[in-house]
């Protein structure tokens, strides 16, 4: 009996407790107010998230305009460099969009955003405190890209190291010495950057000459060894200047010699200017040379002739020497014979 009645109370319960269950649904799913709510919240939702994207793709479209407008007649070297610009660009505003997206989406739902916020500070300090250098390298290779401080194909120096430009990243920078050497150099390490490319350069070439040689010769010499130069080297942009003496010592003077040439092209044009002047001095010496053989053998000659000319003299003295002997033998002995006939 009695557990009949525990089993009764039992069932009771249980049909009370699910007849309770069902009036709850039944009201939750006939909360019109509750139906708008959520209604409301997902057209907000549906709002934030056009709105994103419509901000991104105008933010976008700006981007590349400024970025067309800017490398419109411009190099190869600034194309790259503003693509890169521009796509970092779009880049930070795509994630900034997509955050504060995430944010309010998430304040629909009612969470509470500053823990969140708070953990999330948290977390990128951590990880600001570890990838310090990281971060340094990815800022320093942004306002190099952006500042246009240098380009591929540059040949620059930073610090010990000097190259030609290879790539430039966002992080690193890749230089191939003019040895072969590739050398990959963190941005951040950047500080001082010396780039030979940007500016006509100055070739400058001393020449030493003897101090027995003249210098208004030597100079005339040189001038008319560096004419037609520009046509011979197009790296030297203009005829060259000779400055005139720079310095001078008891065995030779020194003269400088000064020209433009383009970027990058120093040693070329140097190594044409002194070759042109050492075709020179060689074509010269070897005239000077020449001219002295011709002199020395010409007054070999002259030498030769004299010495056979006293030597025909010598002889036709030797030959009037007997014969006016023996006239004068015959002089004698003819007055020998009148004194004796007296």
């Known amino acids: 009996m009695n557990r009949w009645i525990l089993e009764t109370l039992t069932t009771?319960?249980?049909?009370?407790?699910?007849?309770?269950?069902?009036?709850?649904?039944?009201?939750v799913v006939t909360d019109a107010e509750m139906w708008a709510n959520v209604l409301f919240a997902g057209l907000r939702i549906l709002l934030i998230f056009i709105l994103t994207r419509v901000i991104i793709k105008v933010v976008s479209k700006v981007i590349d305009r400024s970025m067309e407008r800017?490398?419109?007649?411009k190099l190869l070297g600034d194309n790259r460099r503003f693509s890169t610009v521009g796509g970092l660009l779009k880049n930070v505003v795509t994630f900034i969009c997509n955050f504060v997206m995430i944010m309010l989406v998430l304040s629909e739902f009612h969470f509470n955003l500053g823990?969140?916020?708070?953990?999330?500070?948290?977390?990128?300090?951590a990880i600001g405190f570890g990838a310090q250098s990281l971060v340094k390298d990815v800022i320093t290779g942004f306002f190099i890209i952006f500042e246009d401080q240098f380009a591929v194909g540059d040949?620059?120096?930073?610090?010990?190291?000097?190259?030609?430009?290879?790539?430039i990243g966002l992080r690193t920078t890749r230089l191939l010495s003019s040895t072969g050497e590739v050398h990959i150099i963190p941005n951040g390490t950047i500080i001082n950057v010396t780039n030979y490319s940007l500016a006509n350069a100055l070739a400058v070439v001393?020449?030493?000459?003897?101090?027995?040689?003249?210098?208004?010769?030597?100079?005339?010499?040189?001038?008319?060894?560096?004419?037609?130069?520009?046509?011979?080297?197009?790296?030297?942009?203009?005829y060259p200047n000779v400055l005139g003496i720079q310095s001078m010592s008891t065995s030779e003077y020194v003269i400088r010699v000064a020209a433009n040439?383009?970027?990058?092209?120093?040693?070329?044009?140097?190594r044409q200017i002194q070759s042109d002047i050492k075709q020179a001095l060689e074509k010269q010496s070897a005239l000077e040379a020449a001219k002295a053989e011709q002199e020395a053998r010409e007054a070999a000659e002259q030498a030769a002739r004299a010495a056979m000319e006293v030597e025909s003299l010598e002889a036709a003295q030797r030959e009037r020497n007997p014969a006016e002997a023996r006239l004068g033998r015959q002089v004698a002995a003819t007055h020998e014979g009148e004194e004796e006939g007296q």
Do not use: H
């Not at 319960?13 to 009201?27: L, S």
């Not at 040439?261 to 140097?270: I, K, S």
């Open 206 to 238: 001393d020449v030493p000459v003897k101090i027995e040689r003249g210098l208004e010769g030597t100079l005339a010499l040189i001038g008319e060894a560096l004419k037609g130069i520009e046509e011979r080297n197009p790296n030297v942009i203009a």
């Open 12 to 27: 009771g319960k249980a049909v009370q407790n699910a007849v309770r269950f069902k009036d709850e649904v039944w009201n």
């Open 261 to 270: 040439c383009l970027p990058n092209a120093r040693d070329a044009a140097e």
């Open 155 to 167: 040949v620059i120096q930073t610090g010990t190291y000097k190259g030609t430009v290879e790539m």
């Open 115 to 125: 823990p969140l916020l708070a953990g999330a500070g948290v977390v990128g300090l």
């Open 70 to 73: 800017e490398t419109r007649g």
